[in-house]
C-alpha cells in the first residue's frame, strides 16, 4: 500500500471541478452491484486476455520518463500509446479508499482515506469495496493523464494473467507511481485484496482507453458493455 501524500491529495481535489459529472438527485440510476465487497464481473465477451495482452506488446512510450512500482523501486514502468489507448504494465497495489465498508475502513488500512478524486451522481465518494477502479498517476511533467483523453470515470480495462476486468479511473495517486486499483478489481481479477499485504507484485496490464468517460462514474454495467465495445475496436474487431 502506498502512502498517499497531502499534495496528491489536493491534486486529487483539483482534478474534481472539470471531471466529476454534475450532482443528480439520490433517485439517479444506481450502479448494478452484488453484496458489499463483491464487484460485478464482466460478463463473458468475446475479448480475450490473450488478444488484448498481444497488442499491447510493443510500446511507443507517451510518458517523459518511467515510473516506480512502489516507493523505494526503480523506475522502470513507462506509460505507452496508441491512438485510441494508453497502457502500462505494472504491478497492483490496493486502494481501499473511499467510503468506509465492511472491508475498507480504518480498522482494515492504516492507511485508509474516506475520500477518492472523484465521486459519485450523488456526490459521495466511490465504494472501493463494490466498484472497480483504477488509480492514474496525479499529472506532472513525468505524464499528465488529462493531456491524453484520460480523467474520471475514463474506460479500463485490466488484465491479470487469463482474466480481463473492466473498470473506470476512479482516484489518483502520487505523481511518480504507477500499479494501483480498487478493492473491488482485485477481488475480480483473483488478486488478493487485502489493503495490508494483498495485491500482486507484477503481472498486471491496465489499458484505458481515450475519450471514454461513463457518467455516473458508478454505473459499471455501463464500463462493462462500452468496455467491451472498445476493446474489440482496439483489436481491429468493431
Known sequence: MRLKSLMVAAAGVALLAPTTPSAVPSAAPQPAAG??????????????????????????PVSRGRFRSDDGTSAVIPVCGTRGAVFWTADMDIDCDGRPGRRCNEETDPLFSDATAYTQSDGRYLDSERLPYVVVPAASDLWNHREHGIGGGTVAAVIHRNRVQYAVVGDVGPEDIIGEASY???????????PRGGGTASGVTYILFKDSEISPIEDHAAAVARGERLARKFLGRG
Open 35 to 60: 453484496p458489499p465487497g463483491q464487484a460485478v464481473r464482466a460478463p463473458g465477451g468475446n475479448v480475450r486476455a490473450a488478444d488484448l495482452l498481444a497488442a499491447v506488446r510493443d510500446c511507443e
Open 184 to 194: 473491488a478489481t482485485a477481488e475480480s481479477l483473483g488478486i488478493r485484496p487485502d
